[in-house]
Each structure stands twice: as C-alpha cells, then as structure tokens.
C-alpha cells in the first residue's frame, strides 16, 4: 500500500440531504468514542505494564474536532479530519474525494458510511510503493482489492 498513498480516480455520489443522517449514524455507533471503537483506531499510546493500548485514536484526526463536526452534521468537515478533499456540486452534493496523503485510517472511516452509499461507488488509490488498490461499495459494505496496470506484449 506504500505510506503514502493518493486517489487515482473517484466515483462517489454522497446527496447532501443525506449528510445529517450519515452524522447521525456514526453518532450512533460511536465512531468517535475510543472504548467502543480502539480496534480500528490505529494512533495510540502504550504504558509499560499494560496489554494494548491504554488510549486510542484515529491516525492524524483530531477526536474533539471529529465529535464536533459529526454533532454539526458536517459530512464535509469529517473527511477533511480524516485527509480528504471533498468535491461538491453546485447543490453541495459530494461528487468526488481525492486523498494525497499519508495513509491513516480512512479505511476505518469508508466502512462506516458504507450503508449510505451507493453500489458501485468506488475509490481508486496508488501508494508511494506504486500499489494499486481499490475501496468499493456492494450491499452495504465496504470491500477492498488490489489491481495491478498490464500493458500488452510490444
């Protein structure tokens, strides 16, 4: 996946009407609280003496601001935290999202939108180490895979 990793290519349709419901949503299961989600948190800190981590946090995001932006229902804010740049149409609706940063945990972030989006919405990314991979929506849920660019014989 490399370090860093950026988009190669979007197709995402998020209705701004939806965004209070898609806040509401990651209000409802948590999705900032740490005691219920430390596992898909991969920033955190280790105390000599203790098992796993004694705190836990998104990677790069800062946990007040996430609160803060899902509590507004700021959808837009909330992929910022996460290094997303977000492309709106003139309704606000999100068209689009580029990523072109250090790899964190956007991962953690996609999954838990994924029963507001739409099949076949996808993300395509390449890591510094020139990987290819791709997040994609099915049923609900989130799904990942790898690629590979093929040129045919000369």
Not at 30 to 49: I, L, Q, T, W
Not at 55 to 81: I, N, P, R
Request: with cysteine; net charge negative; aromatic share 14%.
């Amino acid at each position: 996946m490399g370090y860093y990793t950026n988009t190669v290519e979007s197709l995402i349709s998020i209705p701004k009407a939806g965004f209070p419901a898609i806040c509401k949503h990651l209000r409802d299961i948590r999705f900032d609280d740490p005691s219920v989600n430390a596992k898909m948190m991969s920033g955190g800190s280790y105390e000599p003496g203790h098992e796993g981590k004694t705190a836990a946090w998104y990677s790069w995001v800062d946990t007040k601001e996430l609160t803060q932006k899902m509590q507004e229902d700021d959808l837009l804010g909330v992929f910022v935290l996460f290094g997303f740049e977000p492309s709106e149409d003139q309704s606000g609706n999100i068209i689009g999202l580029s990523y072109n940063t250090k790899s964190g945990d956007e991962e953690a972030l996609l999954k838990a939108i994924a029963p507001f989006m739409e099949d076949g919405n996808y993300l395509w990314f390449q890591g510094e180490d020139a990987t290819h991979y791709r997040f994609h929506w099915r049923n609900q849920e989130l799904h990942y895979s790898e690629g590979r660019i093929q040129f045919p014989p000369m």
